[in-house]
């Protein structure tokens, strides 16, 4: 998989800087030699709960990183306490190169609701067929996002009992997007966790959806309870079986390495920080015809190069359409 750390992103750069030629000599322990690797699970108020070997450690991040925040996903070097006690406190010293970056543009009239995600591989889009309506120009948005943050996306079309599938599988045909269809029996039997489980091992993957989709239900289907308690102290903390938190939450998967993030209900899905150009990496098909575009092309506008170049037959029409109409979703409009 490609890796996200090649693109450019002003977080990423900083956090990488040359060390040999602002270090004073005479520093040759590294600082921090005694850190240990951590994984954060999910974030509250700037307490980041991290997984450390099997504990879950309270953590804040250290000073000296300055603006960078860490994110559910992140892999992190720790100090301090990490007994995993309670009150106790460790601090994050460093924060490991990304592989991808689930970000949602914050909204102006909801400044907190943002779904960050580091290091997931996949993107598990969970809509339902009827109630609440599907909606394509939010499923298409979290398909920008995940493109453009190196996530590779698939589909969970949920409530199949109340609607059928096909016309809302029709628009992602020409995309050939990965989707299983579940109904609410196989969503109580196992049937569902089951096949969406053939996605999930060994990978991570986070989940979105619009409330009431059925995220909540399918995730509790798919990580057993005993798993799901490992971030117990911020469910302890709620009171309740779920976290009510803005963050993400990271949960593993039984089998293999897998790790499931589950993600609060979206209504909405920023997209202010899309870059056409990584977008079009997940049409490798269409990425050549980029070539004569002019300088920082958004791909969706009349010097585009890619019209001439698909209508001299390099590539299928259906897929510069398909780009073209997820490009378009970067505008905001009402009901977004
Ligand atoms: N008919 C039908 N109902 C379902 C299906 N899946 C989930 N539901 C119901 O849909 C409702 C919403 O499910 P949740 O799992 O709470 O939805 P959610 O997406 O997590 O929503 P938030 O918690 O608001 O983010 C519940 O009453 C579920 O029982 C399905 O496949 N068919
Ligand atoms: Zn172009």
């Known amino acids: ?90 601090r994050i010293v460093r924060i490991g190169e990304r592989e991808s970056l689930l970000r949602r543009t914050a909204d102006d009239d909801d400044p907190y609701e943002r779904v960050v995600v580091a290091n997931a591989d996949q993107l598990a889009i969970v809509t339902a067929l009827a109630d609440p309506e599907p909606r394509p120009r939010l499923i298409d948005r979290c398909l920008v996002a995940a493109y453009d943050g190196g996530l590779e996306p698939f589909l969970v079309m949920t409530k199949s009992d109340l609607a059928p599938p096909e016309q809302l599988l029709e628009l992602y045909g020409d995309l050939d997007i990965p989707y299983v269809v579940v109904n609410r029996e196989e969503l109580y039997d196992g049937g569902a ?75 909405s899905f920023g997209l202010h920080h899309v870059d056409p150009a990584r977008v079009i990496h997940a049409f490798p098909d269409l990425e050549p015809g980029t070539e004569n575009c002019p300088r920082a092309c958004s791909h969706d506008e009349p010097e585009c190069a890619l019209d001439a170049w698909v209508a001299e037959g390099h590539a299928d029409p259906a897929r510069l359409f398909s780009l073209r109409r997820l490009l378009s979703t970067r505008e905001r409009r009402e009901g977004d």
């Open 193 to 267: 966790a089951d096949r969406v489980r053939t996605f999930l091992d060994g990978r991570v993957t986070a989940f979105v959806g619009h409330s009431g989709v059925g995220k909540t239900t399918l995730v509790n289907a798919l990580v057993p309870e005993e798993k799901r308690r490992i971030t117990g102290h911020v469910n302890a903390v709620t009171g309740r079986g779920r976290h009510t938190t803005t963050s993400a939450l990271a949960l593993p998967l039984e089998a293999a390495e897998g790790w499931v993030i589950d993600t609060p209900g979206v209504r």
């Open 1 to 90: 998989m490609r890796r996200y750390g090649k693109h450019t992103d002003e977080d990423d750069i900083r956090q990488r800087p040359n060390r040999k030629g602002t270090r004073p000599r005479t520093t040759i322990r590294p600082k921090h030699e005694d850190a240990v690797e951590g994984m954060v699970l999910t974030v509250d108020r700037g307490r980041l709960t991290c997984l450390v070997e099997d504990r879950t450690v309270m953590a804040m991040k250290a000073r000296e990183l300055g603006r960078k925040a860490a994110v559910v996903g992140d892999r992190v070097s720790l100090v301090g306490d990490l007994s995993g006690e309670k009150d106790t406190l460790a």
